[in-house]
């Protein structure tokens, strides 16, 4: 055994967390009477308790020295500062393990790409997720809070629970309401963060400000600037895809090829920056195929698509 599992065992044996008896000869690794007056200056075990209220290492130590006698020797001292410097971060370690969820503690729904998934919480909500959208909430949700973290796209019908409010963690963002429905973008892919408020009220918190939102309202959070921006919109529009359709209104393409490769499973590449700025406005379907939104995309625009090396080329006419 090395000093160090030696220590370990030692802060062990003084937290009760350990039924062994510690040999002093095989295991201690200063002199056997050196680690008797050790036992004897912490006495009983809560002693170790007191000593970890002190506020700093030299506080501690200069209490220790007051119960040391006079002829005790250097190399001891040094002996009981690492003790109790070995249990002081054993304590904290322990503190920051307990205090930091682990993944294992949440329950985790995927969409995957192609697909529009329906979850249903444990306080009655209903939430749609779109294709390539992840959410993820805690196995104990209901019980103390409701909170959820979402990336991707959702719209949420939320029970009412005035005592427990529903909170939505989007990136940057948090959402949060007591009953109603509205719709959050937040893929990491994209440089906003959009809600649109079908019926109730909420309020979008970004590490900037705190707006309330009324229904009917559209939101757009900027991840690079967080300027926000708040429209008066036909809800109908932005909660569509759950039935398989995106309104797109002057959107520029390379927002709309996100959304085509997250519904088909394709990738797309662009042939120069300039066509990426380039701007939609339309329905796409998703039960069209995708050569079908293609040539419609393609009229609209003066570009053209190419399959080329297992991706979809966009490219000028």
């Known amino acids: ?47 170790v308790g007191h000593v970890l209220n002190f506020k700093s290492p030299e506080k501690a130590w200069k209490e220790l020295k007051k119960r040391l006698s006079p002829g005790w020797q250097t190399e001891l001292m040094k002996y009981a500062a690492v003790f109790l410097l070995a249990i002081a971060l054993s304590g904290i370690t322990f503190w920051i393990m307990n205090s930091i969820p682990s993944d294992n503690e949440f329950t985790s729904v995927m969409s995957p790409n192609g697909q529009i998934s329906t979850v249903s919480l444990s306080d009655g909500t209903t939430i749609w997720l779109n294709s390539g959208s992840k959410l993820k909430y805690n196995d104990d949700f209901n019980d103390k809070n409701r909170e959820v973290f979402l990336e991707g796209e959702a719209l949420f019908s939320v029970t009412r629970g005035k005592s427990k409010p529903f909170i939505v963690h989007a990136g940057e963002a948090e959402i949060k309401v007591t009953g109603t429905e509205f719709n959050v973008k937040a893929y990491r892919n994209e440089s906003g963060i959009e ?10 918190g970004s590490p900037q400000s705190k707006v309330d939102m009324l229904p009917g309202q ?100």
Do not use: C
């Not at 809600?195 to 979008?204: D, H, N, R, S, Y």
């Not at 398989?244 to 085509?260: A, D, M, P």
């Open 1 to 47: 055994m090395n000093d160090q599992d030696k220590w370990e065992k030692w802060a062990s044996w003084f937290h009760d967390e350990t039924d062994n008896t510690i040999n002093d000869r095989d295991e201690n690794p200063a002199d056997p009477k050196e680690w008797e007056k050790m036992k004897r200056i912490y006495g009983a075990k809560e002693d």
């Open 195 to 204: 809600a649109t408020l079908i019926e109730g009220k909420v309020q979008f």
């Open 218 to 317: 559209h939101l757009l959070f900027s991840k690079t600037t967080g300027e926000i921006k708040m429209t008066q919109v036909n809800p109908a529009e932005y909660t569509a895809w759950k039935g398989g359709k995106i309104y797109f209104n002057n959107e520029s393409l390379e927002n709309l090829v996100f959304q085509l490769e997250r519904w088909y499973e394709v990738k797309f590449a662009f042939e120069n920056e300039k066509i990426r700025s380039y701007r939609f406005s339309g329905v796409i379907n998703k039960e069209r195929s995708l050569n079908y939104t293609l040539g419609i995309i393609q009229e609209i625009n003066k570009i053209k698509f190419q399959f080329k090396d297992e991706q979809i080329l966009i490219m000028d006419k």
